[in-house]
C-alpha cells in the first residue's frame, strides 16, 4: 500500500514535501503520480514519473504546477516525493499519490492501481 505525509497548512509563497512510501512492492516497475483534489471537483493529475526499469524517471507535470513543484523518486527507499515551492491558495487539496501504468495528465487519463489515503494542504495567510 501507499502512504502519503507531509501535508500541513502554509502561507502563500510557501513550500512543502510531500513523501508517498510504498510498502509491500517495488516502486520502480509502477508508474508514480500524484493527484488532488477539493471537495465538490474532480479529481486532478498533478505530476507523473515514469517507470524507472523502462523509462528512466521521465516526469510530466500540470500546466497549473509546472516550475513550481518537482517530482522525484528514491526506489531504494521505496519512496516518492513531491517538492512544491511557490504555493498559491489554488493549491489547496487533498494530495494522493497513486502507482499504475498510465498517466497522461493533459489528457487526464490514467491507469493507476493503488491509491493512498491522502495528505491534506492547506495554503492560506
Known amino acids: 500500500h501507499l502512504v502519503e505525509s507531509g501535508g500541513d497548512l502554509v502561507r502563500p509563497g510557501g513550500s512543502l514535501r510531500l513523501s508517498c512510501l510504498a510498502a509491500g512492492f517495488n516502486l520502480d516497475h509502477y508508474i508514480i503520480g500524484w493527484f488532488r483534489q477539493v471537495p465538490g471537483k474532480e479529481r486532478e493529475g498533478v505530476s507523473c514519473?515514469?517507470?524507472?526499469?523502462?523509462?528512466?524517471?521521465?516526469?510530466d507535470y500540470a500546466d497549473s504546477v509546472k516550475g513550481r513543484f518537482t517530482i522525484s523518486r528514491d526506489n531504494a527507499e521505496h519512496m516518492v516525493t513531491l517538492q512544491m515551492n511557490s504555493l498559491r491558495p489554488e493549491d489547496t487539496a487533498v494530495y494522493y499519490c497513486a502507482a499504475g501504468w498510465h498517466c497522461d495528465i493533459r489528457a487526464r487519463n490514467y491507469d493507476m492501481s493503488y491509491w493512498g489515503k491522502g495528505t491534506l494542504v492547506a495554503v492560506s495567510s
Open positions: 514519473i515514469s517507470r524507472s526499469d523502462t523509462s528512466g524517471d521521465s516526469a
